[in-house]
Structures are given as C-alpha cells and as structure tokens.
C-alpha cells in the first residue's frame, strides 16, 4: 500500500482509516461505558456514601489517573512546545 494522499470515507477500504465496523466491541461503545461508570459512580456515592470514604483514603482516583496518562507521557518526544524545567526553561 502507497503512502500517497486520498479521501477517507466511510466506503474507504484503507486499513489506516478505522472503520467502525471493525472496532471491538468495547472501542466501539467506549462513550457509553464510561458515562455508565459514571452514573454508577454517582448512584453508589448518593445511594452509600460509606463507600466514598475508603476510595479517598486509597487515593484511587489519583492512582487511577496518573496510571491512566501515564503510557501517553512516556511517548512524549523530547522536542516539545513546553519549555523543559531540565534546561532552565528554554525551549531550543
């Protein structure tokens, strides 16, 4: 397959382009599982508050967060936009 330039569509038959179609079940309703982990989130903090508690005290959140961007930092490329704290802030 060439590299050149063409129009994806939905009847694209690049493999590059992501055709729902072929999406795994979970990618393709990954908006609904996660405002579903949220609904529930929240109806178990409203239904037992008791719950909340021992979350906070794990920090879960920050951990889950952190392990969350945390492959997403690792590719990071050395050359960024952001000025590096390592070279005193400027940015070459």
Aim: aromatic content about 8%.
């Amino acid at each position: 397959m060439s590299n050149a330039a063409h129009d994806h569509g939905p009847n694209c038959d690049c493999e590059s382009c992501g055709d729902p179609r072929s999406m795994d079940f979970l990618d393709k309703y990954l908006t609904v599982w996660i405002f579903s982990a949220m609904a529930i989130g929240v109806g178990l903090g409203y239904v037992a508050p008791s719950v909340t508690q021992p979350i906070q005290d794990l920090h879960l959140v920050e951990i889950g967060l952190v392990l969350m961007m945390y492959p997403r930092w690792r590719r990071r490329t050395t050359h960024s936009s952001v000025p590096s704290l390592a070279t005193g802030g400027c940015s070459d």
